[in-house]
């Protein structure tokens, strides 16, 4: 609340990034980890592509979800968390009626923000090889239809770029510049791998600007300090709660396979931790009151 008025999830992630340390939002692939985020005091959350695409199909983030289902999977998660919710909007899903379309639907699922890259459909992640991109003047002329459509409301539009693994640094440089000159509140340099490339992006791209740091690559050495350093203003970390959640359910289903029996097996929430962590309490209490 500000003011006696309720802030939206966009209102709330531009005060947060007019503040002066950097914005932290761990990636969640559904609404159960975007639940786990919050739980751990994030302020932000940011709805991965990559993890949406591995929940709901168990494939590849190569282009297979529609614009239909990621805007339902953004709508369930801003409804099972209060903090900002950040969603990948991958392409915008098609040619300026699609952007339109996708903007108004991802309005309506409350996103605080979306990012929207300019790879050439069918698209990849971003740390993948094989992307294609589009030329740079239908890039920005894509996003400047995405920020019109946006109009007077609050969710903010980030301008990405997977120049870098196809182009290299120069031109992913360039195309940072020309998506903030179009207008973008934010923009996205993604496939670093490497902290040299970095620093390179930090040091050559002025203005508020997004990082992804992706579990396995040598960034993951710098500390929130150091991005906050070097001139970040969001980090997002991607993969780090699904990777995590993977193995541990790869390693408590071996032992059980292997025993027998759950017990003895990775360290698991109790029932009860579980319950409250999906809110059940809050059920059972409109139950009690006003259930038949």
Same mark, same amino acid.
């Given at each position: 609340?500000?003011? @006696? ?24 692939? +559904?609404?159960?980890?975007? =639940? ?14 990559? @993890? ?27 409804? %099972? ?36 890259? #300019?790879?050439?459909?069918?698209? =990849? ?24 459509? =946006? @109009? ?38 993604? @496939? ?11 040091? %050559? ?41 993977? =193995? %541990? ?31 059940? +309490? ?5 139950? #009690?009151?006003?259930?038949?």
């Amino acid at each position: 609340m500000a003011g @006696g008025v309720l802030l939206t999830g966009g209102a709330t992630l531009k005060t947060l990034l007019e503040g002066r340390e950097i914005v932290l939002a761990p990636g969640a692939p +559904d609404s159960i980890t975007a =639940r786990l985020v919050e739980a751990a005091g994030f302020p932000t959350v940011y709805m991965t592509g990559f @993890g949406a695409t591995a929940s709901r199909l168990g494939m590849p983030d190569i282009g297979l979800l529609s614009q239909t289902e990621m805007t339902e999977h953004a709508r369930n998660m801003t409804r %099972a968390v209060t903090i900002p919710v950040i969603a990948d909007a991958d392409t915008g899903y098609g040619g300026p009626s699609n952007i339109d379309r996708t903007v108004h639907e991802f309005l309506c699922a409350g996103a605080a923000a979306i990012h929207l890259e #300019d790879q050439a459909m069918p698209k =990849r992640c971003g740390q993948t090889s094989g992307v294609r991109l589009l030329d740079a003047e239908s890039s920005v002329k894509r996003l400047r239809c995405a920020l019109e459509a =946006r @109009g007077s409301a609050d969710m903010l539009v980030i301008g990405r770029t997977d120049a870098l693994p196809a182009q290299g640094i120069n031109e992913a440089v360039r195309r940072a510049r020309l998506y903030q000159d179009a207008g973008a509140d934010l923009v996205f340099v993604d @496939g670093i791998k490497k902290i040299s490339e970095l620093e390179a992006v930090a040091a %050559a791209v002025e203005g508020p600007k997004v990082v992804s740091i992706v579990d396995g690559n040598e960034t993951t050495r710098l500390t929130a300090t150091d991005l906050q350093e070097l001139g970040f203003s969001l980090a997002f970390y991607a993969v780090t709660a699904l990777f995590t959640a993977t =193995r %541990a359910v790869a390693d408590a289903l071996s032992h059980l396979r292997t025993a027998g029996t759950p017990a003895g097996g990775p360290p698991q929430h109790s029932y009860t931790e579980f319950s409250q962590l999906v809110g059940a +309490d809050f059920h059972t209490d409109l139950d #009690d009151r006003f259930g038949g």
